[in-house]
């Protein structure tokens, strides 16, 4: 069955309905279908909305036609070629195999450290107590400095959040923008002066953390200003916390979902890769990319010209049939799911992809070895970000043993 060939696809009318509800938000398959039926629907937002798998992936690969619409600020994800090929040279000295390797058992330990303090307790929300702190402390060690200061960036990404972490497929209310715009400015500036400090403390000395390795990055003679350094750090700060938290308490509610699937992996826990790679495919944190257009081109058969604005569901190319087979069932056993784009793909794939990968692992892997019978104890609350989609509550419980 091709995308969009399914019988319970929306009209437009009903689209444009369904996206001004909170279950859109729920649940966006859906409109995808939509989507997918309709390469280059024109929203009312005024961008040109993009599903189909390959198209979307032909986006992403091609920056030279599909540029980046973000600011020349040093930040290496929002720079197209040439500079972003020199910033991410730069910038992949602190994200090397040998690195992420490094990682792994700091991240177990730190996933076995919150596990043995909450254990006894018998219950907790996952996507705080667990799902949220994991990422923080992992990036606290990354940075150099004391877990504790997670609570200072927090509250700092959530204004952020609030502001990048919704697509507006409908025109937006301009004034709610601007309030929302002028907060995540307050945030950043305040991430950015927190930042900047430790950039300071930094170049007093060496050391194994990313600050001094990206401060010692050479490319040649080429190395990072402190503005550059700044902003990638921003980036990372933001893409490790929003991303990985998210789909660590995603991945738990899709296995507590199907529970065939949670009986095969909890006794086989060499299946949790597969898990964590479906999950990435079937509800991904990223949901939504944008772009420019720099030179008139074709795709999907839609002709567009340089200026247009382009919106690229990366969800819902990941739910393409003509890529996976039965797109909308959670198929551990999946050939290529691993295809998927939550990651993006092209020069400006996610450079933390491995460490996130191994983030989710550990996670996964720990949750179910750890707590007996870990299982749902009520309903999961869903945050109100379609572009990052993750879960804002996740009841969990499990047996408290004599002795745990």
């Known amino acids: 069955m091709t995308a969009g060939s399914r019988a319970d696809v929306l009209d437009e009318e009903a689209v444009l309905a369904h996206l001004a509800t909170p279950e859109f938000n729920d649940d966006p398959t859906a409109v ?3 989507f997918l039926a309709h390469p280059g629907w024109y929203s009312p937002s005024g961008y040109r909305v993009f599903a189909r798998y390959d198209d979307v992936r032909t986006i992403l690969r091609t920056a030279d036609v599909f540029g980046q619409p973000g600011r020349k600020d040093g930040n290496f994800h929002t720079a197209d070629p040439p500079e972003h090929t020199r910033l991410r040279k730069l910038v992949t000295h602190a994200f090397t195999f040998r690195a992420i390797k490094q990682q792994r058992d700091f991240i177990s330990e730190v996933a076995t450290e919150l596990l043995d303090d909450i254990r006894p307790v018998g219950r907790m929300d996952l996507a705080t107590d667990f799902g949220a702190l994991l990422p923080g402390r992992v990036t606290a060690k990354l940075l150099g400095v004391d877990y504790q200061d997670g609570a200072r960036w927090q509250s700092w990404l ?4 609030a502001s990048r972490g919704v697509v507006h497929y409908l025109a937006p209310d301009p004034a709610e923008i601007e309030r929302i715009d002028a907060a995540a400015a307050a945030a950043a500036a305040g991430t950015a002066d927190y930042l900047a400090g430790l950039i300071r403390e930094r170049r007093a000395g060496t050391g194994s953390d990313i600050i001094s390795v990206l401060l010692s990055a050479k490319e040649g003679d080429d190395t990072l200003t402190e503005k550059e350094l700044l902003y990638t750090l921003l980036l990372l700060l933001g893409a490790g916390l929003h991303t990985t938290s998210a789909q660590i308490a995603t991945t738990m509610a899709l296995l507590f979902a199907h529970p065939d699937v949670l009986e095969r992996v909890r006794a086989d826990p060499a299946l949790v890769p597969a898990a964590v790679e479906e999950a990435l495919r079937f509800d991904g944190a990223l949901q939504a990319e944008y772009r420019v257009v720099r030179v008139a081109t074709q795709i999907g058969g839609v002709e567009l010209q340089p200026g247009e604005k382009v919106l690229i569901v990366v969800g819902a190319a990941n739910r393409d049939a003509a890529k996976f087979a039965d797109p909308d069932v959670f198929d551990l056993d999946r050939p ?18 491995e460490l996130s990968r191994a983030e989710l692992e550990i996670a996964v892997t720990q949750l179910l070895t750890t707590l007996p019978d870990l299982h749902a104890a009520g309903a999961a609350v869903r945050h109100h970000y379609n572009r990052w989609r993750g879960l804002a509550s996740m009841p969990v419980a499990w047996s408290v043993r004599d002795g745990s």
Do not use: Q, V, W
């Open 158 to 161: 959530e204004a952020i959040k």
């Open 336 to 353: 290529n799911a691993k295809d998927h784009l939550t990651f993006g793909s092209g020069i400006h794939r996610c450079l933390g992809a």
């Open 32 to 34: 995808y279908r939509f």
